[in-house]
């Protein structure tokens, strides 16, 4: 599914519906004046074995929107752009493992994703960048485990922004924000076996910025504020 162009919503895949995309490619489409750049789902979404890049929407989610639960695995989501949520923009809870979130921008807030809840396993999000809140995610809650967050940059929280975090066994290095929150940005945060080094914020939090932080077995080294 490439090369499609749209006034409004889903250039190249638009369903009222459900949807799975399993071992396909969607690349270089845009909604000009609507969401979901690459896809538009009514209702849930499933993504597998799968490429979405180069797509782009002048809203809301450059590669995917999705209205209801979301599941991507197994998939990379590289170089799409959007005002909010650069990848993927959800209404609903967003779940993802095994896949590779990359370079992908948004003019303002979730670089990479913007939903209502995330939870993420296994999964490797790099080089993604918002203007303003969470260079590679915002969500009210987020559960990360397993994971590599490398190189993303926003003006508050670097990778994440988000009313609750809960990180286990994860790796952040050398994101940025031009404010506060090098990489984590939030008001209840409990991380555990993880490390966060080489982040950097202008003003404050080099590593992390939150309200009430619960750090247990972890590493925070090198950051810079």
Not at 26 to 46: D, P, Y
Not at 105 to 127: P, R
Not at 173 to 182: D, E, I, P, R, V
């Amino acid at each position: 599914v490439a090369f499609n162009k749209s006034k409004y919503d889903g250039a190249g895949v638009y369903t009222n519906g459900s949807v799975i995309v399993n071992e396909s490619i969607i690349a270089r489409n845009e909604s000009l004046r609507g969401v979901g750049g690459g896809l538009f789902a009514g209702r849930n979404t499933i993504v597998k074995l799968s490429t979405i890049s180069y797509n782009k929407s002048h809203k809301h989610g450059g590669a995917i929107f999705s209205t209801k639960a979301a599941l991507i695995k197994d998939s990379t989501l590289s170089f799409n752009t959007s005002s909010y949520g650069g990848a993927f923009y959800g209404e609903s809870k967003l779940r993802s493992t095994h896949t590779i979130f990359s370079n992908n921008n948004a003019d303002y807030n979730g670089g990479a994703i913007k939903a209502t809840s995330v939870k993420l396993f296994d999964v490797n999000i790099s080089k993604n960048e918002a203007k303003n809140y969470g260079g590679a995610i915002i969500s009210e809650n987020i559960k990360v485990y397993n994971s590599t967050f490398i190189d993303n940059s926003a003006k508050y929280g670097g990778v994440v922004f988000a009313n609750n975090i809960q990180v286990d066994d994860t790796f952040f290095q050398t994101n940025s924000a031009h404010y506060s929150g090098g990489a984590l940005k939030g008001f209840e945060l409990k991380i555990r076996y993880s490390a966060l080094c080489e982040n950097i914020a202008d003003r404050s939090g080099g590593a992390i910025d939150g309200v009430n932080s619960i750090i247990t077995n972890s590493s925070i080294s090198q950051n810079k504020s």
